[in-house]
């Protein structure tokens, strides 16, 4: 066997491996894709329909709470869900919108304080840091429930804020020093011209370190929008629901496929949206020298 032939043969394995690693990745969304465009008779119909014939917004309308007329003349009422999808959609916004900027106010600061400065006890506290990343929610779920049962905060944002913020603050600000590490140490050159380290701060490394917080920020709301573990446990069911919560009760007493597919697409709209405009500062900002 020469070179090139074993050469080509491996290069033919990457490729078929590539080819399965992307539809293995695209066919769950575009299912759901599919099944949000569909009626409800070819969502549930066997054997399941592939390519449907008959496009509709149908499952959009019903969810937001619009009764609409099928193609086929029938009347379709509004969702039975659309009350919990719409309050879903509205706390969602609020929440993650909240943690991204409160998340920030505390990580940069706190990041440039790690990265850039030394004081006693610093690798302590940065141990400190990752080991509360390291926790998965479940493990602090029953704690926090019995501590908001006790101080009123479950079925509330104010809880749900509080304890989203435990994931966010810690997460961003481990992922933040090494990037702020990694600037230009131009402090020396800033106390020649005159500048207090506050002075510094505001006016020379927040516009130096733009990408970064930018992408902190666009990981921050991620974070508080895909948030299902705390959500699920002290607001499911309340008027302090998420919709990441309220896509659960699709699941349960009104099974409706293509509802929930329509559902699932709205809630990747804006973590998709606020990607794709700031993609620009998320490639500028080497993401593998930040994490390491």
Known sequence: ?????????????LIAAVI?????SLTPIYWTLKMAFQSYSDAVAYPPVFFPSDITLGNFLSIFGIEYTANNGEIVKKSAHASRVITGIKNSIIIST???????????????LFARMEFPH????????????????????IPYYTMFIQTGLVGTKTGLLL???TITVPFITWMTIGYFKNLPPVEKLAVLDGYTRLEFFFRIFIPMAKNGIIVAGVLAFLFAWN??????????????????????????M????????????ISLLPPLAISFLLQRFISEMNIVDSIR
């Open 254 to 265: 009104l099974p409706f496929p293509n509802q929930l597919a329509a559902t699932l697409l």
């Open 122 to 141: 610093r690798g302590k506290l940065l141990f400190a840091i990752l080991f509360s990343v390291a926790l998965p929610p479940v493990s602090t779920s």
């Open 227 to 252: 948030e299902f573990t705390y959500a699920q446990l002290l607001v499911n069911g309340t008027p302090a629901t998420t919709l990441s919560s309220a896509l659960s009760g699709f699941l349960f």
């Open 1 to 13: 066997m020469t070179r090139s032939t074993s050469t080509y043969r491996r290069n033919k394995w």
């Open 98 to 112: 909240l943690t991204t900027f409160i998340t920030l106010m505390f990580v940069v600061p706190l990041s440039y």
């Open 163 to 165: 304890v989203t913020l």
């Open 20 to 24: 399965l690693m992307i539809l293995w």
